[in-house]
C-alpha cells in the first residue's frame, strides 16, 4: 500500500465553523506534513511531524492545529478561519524527517471557507 | 521543443518533441532533489529524483541534470505525450523539509 489518503476532498466552511482535515498512510512511513497551496503556487510547509511529535511549525497561524494520534494519522483540525485560508491543504509522508527520501502526497482536501 | 529561459511559467510542447523543464535552487548545501507532477486537482506525483554526487539520472523518459556550479535543475522529457501536461515542481531538500520551487505549467499540442 503506497497512498495517503486525505478526508474529505473537499469541505465548505464558514468563518464561525469547526472542522478537521484527516490524513492516513500505511506505508510505515514516520514522517508526516501538512503543506498548504493555493492556486498556481507551490506547495507551502505548513506542519512536520516526526515520529508523532511535531518537529516544524512554519509560524502557522493558531486557527491551524495539527495532531498526530498515532503514526499512521494526521489530523488538521481548522477554527475560525479566514476566507484567504482557501486552499487545497495537502498532506505528505516520508519514511523519516531528516533521510533523502520520497515525499508522498495524498490526493489534498480543497478548503473553501465562506 | 525547448524551454527559453529560466523560471518559465508556461512551456508548450508538440506532442512527440522534447521537453526541457528548468528549475534553479537556492541552498548550496541541498543533496537531495525531487521532480514532481501536479495534475489538475491532484496531488503532487514523485517523477524522480537526484543525489548531489549525481549530476544526471535517467528514468522511463525522463532525464534530470543537476549542474551545482550555477545551482540548477532541469528535467528532460522524451516524445512528449498529452498526458504529460502537468504542473511540474522541482524539490530541494533541505534540513528536515522541502522547499518546492515556482513551477512550470507543460502544455502538450497536438
Known amino acids: 500500500d503506497t497512498e495517503v489518503t486525505q478526508t474529505p476532498k473537499h469541505l465548505v466552511m464558514g468563518m464561525t465553523n469547526k472542522k478537521s482535515l484527516k490524513c492516513e498512510q500505511h506505508?510505515?512511513?514516520?514522517?508526516m506534513y501538512w503543506y498548504k497551496q493555493k492556486a498556481k503556487k507551490p506547495p507551502e510547509l505548513m506542519f512536520v511531524?516526526?515520529?508523532?511529535?511535531?518537529?516544524i511549525n512554519e509560524s502557522v497561524p493558531s486557527r491551524f492545529s495539527p495532531e498526530c494520534p498515532n503514526s499512521s494519522l494526521l489530523n488538521l483540525h481548522l477554527h475560525a478561519l479566514q476566507p484567504e485560508d482557501s486552499a487545497l491543504y495537502l498532506c505528505?509522508?516520508?519514511?523519516?524527517?531528516?533521510?533523502?527520501?520520497?515525499?508522498?502526497f495524498g490526493e489534498g482536501s480543497r478548503l473553501t471557507v465562506l | 521543443g525547448e524551454s527559453v529561459g529560466l523560471h518559465l511559467p508556461t512551456l508548450s510542447v508538440q506532442e512527440g518533441d522534447n521537453s526541457i523543464i528548468n528549475c534553479a535552487y537556492s541552498?548550496?548545501?541541498?543533496?537531495?532533489f525531487i521532480w514532481y507532477k501536479q495534475e489538475s486537482g491532484k496531488g503532487p506525483q514523485f517523477i524522480i529524483d537526484?543525489?548531489?554526487?549525481?549530476d544526471k539520472r535517467q528514468g522511463q523518459r525522463v532525464t534530470v541534470l543537476l549542474n551545482k556550479t550555477v545551482k540548477h535543475l532541469s528535467l528532460q522529457i522524451a516524445a512528449t505525450q498529452p498526458g504529460d501536461s502537468a504542473v511540474y515542481f522541482c524539490?530541494?531538500?533541505?534540513?528536515?523539509?522541502?522547499?518546492f520551487g515556482t513551477g512550470t505549467r507543460l502544455k502538450v499540442l497536438a
Open positions: 505528505a509522508s516520508s519514511q523519516e524527517d531528516t533521510d533523502t527520501g520520497e515525499l508522498f
Open positions: 506505508m510505515g512511513h514516520r514522517a
Open positions: 511531524y516526526s515520529y508523532e511529535k511535531l518537529s
Open positions: 541552498n548550496s548545501a541541498s543533496d537531495y
Open positions: 537526484i543525489r548531489s554526487n549525481m
Open positions: 524539490a530541494e531538500q533541505g534540513t528536515y523539509k522541502y522547499i
